[in-house]
């Protein structure tokens, strides 16, 4: 699922090697992740459940605003 968060970086430690490093919540949440440093490999499962609830909420957010305003 694609969501309105893919294109955003996020920084993050590797918690492997302590590399710093960045990358775009759609990278991530496509999986198979890995440290450019030390080869890590990383889970983003949990990543990818909590950008597609954020998406939703937004939506609905966003749906109710544009209800408000209709006469």
Known sequence: MS????NEKIEFECPNCQAKLSETIGRLNRG???CPSCGADFETSGLRRETEKATRMAQ?????I???FKL
Do not use: I
């Open 60 to 64: 609905d957010t966003m749906r109710k």
């Open 3 to 6: 969501t309105m968060f893919d």
């Open 66 to 68: 544009g209800q408000s």
């Open 32 to 34: 198979g992740y890995s």
